[in-house]
T-cell receptor, first 110, second 116 residues
Framework: QKEVEQDPGPLSVPEGAIVSLNCTYSNSAFQYFMWYRQYSRKGPELLMYTYSSGNKEDGRFTAQVDKSSKYISLFIRDSQPSDSATYLCAMGAGGQNFVFGPGTRLSVLP | GAVVSQHPSWVICKSGTSVKIECRSLDFQATTMFWYRQFPKQSLMLMATSNEGSKATYEQGVEKDKFLINHASLTLSTLTVTSAHPEDSSFYIC????????????FGPGTRLTVT
């Protein structure tokens, strides 16, 4: 079992839809969880950062962490064509290197 | 917010030559920087972890004599691809970890290397 699993997609949704992106993990020691957005031929951009369990909201983005299920989610409300990108989850424990998921390719169709 | 720059953004070099890529944290200090490689439509591959003032830690399968990493200050790490070959052509991305507690990691914009 891989340490972090993420459906690679591609995921296509119509403009305005709510998008749900998910990652599962196996290491119960993970406490730090991040979501990145990466446009083609660009470096990943940090979208959301969460410590331990719970929800965090920032504009149209909501990150959820369920440590009991080892499952994290990123929700995008009112999705826009400009949200079309690859979304990577990342997680880690303390000072250890973060582990990245392979990324989910999202296309928001106008 | 935290900004990481890379230079150059794009470089073409001839086979056998060496190329240096710079990674700078512009508005924060980073004791730890990371170097990744990414092929088209593939995920990030961690190459090495660079700690300021000490030798880099390379991932399994990454040749440390070919990919020289120097982390000379809290804001600068460099990756030198020595004796480059066409198979080294890739997208190289650095990231930097914020000092102190949060472990947030910010990425540079990447450097596209083409070896002819």
């Amino acid at each position: 079992q891989k340490e972090v699993e993420q459906d690679p997609g591609p995921l296509s949704v119509p403009e305005g839809a709510i998008v749900s992106l998910n990652c599962t993990y196996s290491n119960s020691a993970f406490q730090y969880f991040m979501w990145y957005r990466q446009y083609s031929r660009k470096g990943p951009e940090l979208l959301m950062y969460t410590y331990s369990s719970g929800n965090k909201e920032d504009g149209r983005f909501t990150a959820q962490v369920d440590k009991s299920s080892k499952y994290i989610s990123l929700f995008i409300r009112d999705s826009q064509p400009s949200d079309s990108a690859t979304y990577l989850c990342a997680m880690g424990a303390g000072g250890q290197n973060f582990v990245f998921g392979p990324g989910t390719r999202l296309s928001v169709l106008p | 917010g935290a900004v990481v720059s890379q230079h150059p953004s794009w470089v073409i070099c001839k086979s056998g030559t060496s190329v240096k890529i710079e990674c700078r944290s512009l508005d924060f200090q980073a004791t730890t920087m990371f170097w990744y490689r990414q092929f088209p439509k593939q995920s990030l591959m961690l190459m090495a972890t660079s700690n300021e003032g000490s030798k880099a830690t390379y991932e399994q399968g990454v040749e440390k004599d070919k990919f020289l990493i120097n982390h000379a200050s809290l804001t600068l790490s460099t990756l030198t691809v020595t004796s480059a070959h066409p198979e080294d052509s890739s997208f190289y991305i650095c990231s930097a970890r914020v000092i102190g507690g949060s472990y947030e990691q910010y990425f540079g914009p990447g450097t596209r290397l083409t070896v002819t």
